[in-house]
């Protein structure tokens, strides 16, 4: 997903979205650090995609408290 289109997404998510979404992107790293060890992990560039995006997601929570 570009910048800018997850920008617009976070923001027009609510409180409870957002964290759902960093939710279900902290499950996803999860999951990608048992592939990477098991070595099935051939998108090695998702890691830093999806911290990425979690920083984003995490920023916007903390600019509605």
């Given at each position: 997903m570009k910048r800018k289109e997850l920008r617009a997404e976070i923001s027009?998510?609510?409180k409870e979205e957002l964290l759902e979404k960093d939710r279900s992107i902290s499950e996803e790293l999860m999951k990608l650090r048992?592939?990477?060890k098991t070595g099935?992990?051939?998108q090695s560039h998702l890691f830093k995609e999806l911290r990425k995006q979690?920083?984003?997601a995490k920023t916007a929570l903390g600019?509605?408290?």
């Open positions: 027009g998510l609510s048992f592939r990477a099935r992990l051939e979690r920083a984003r600019a509605m408290k």
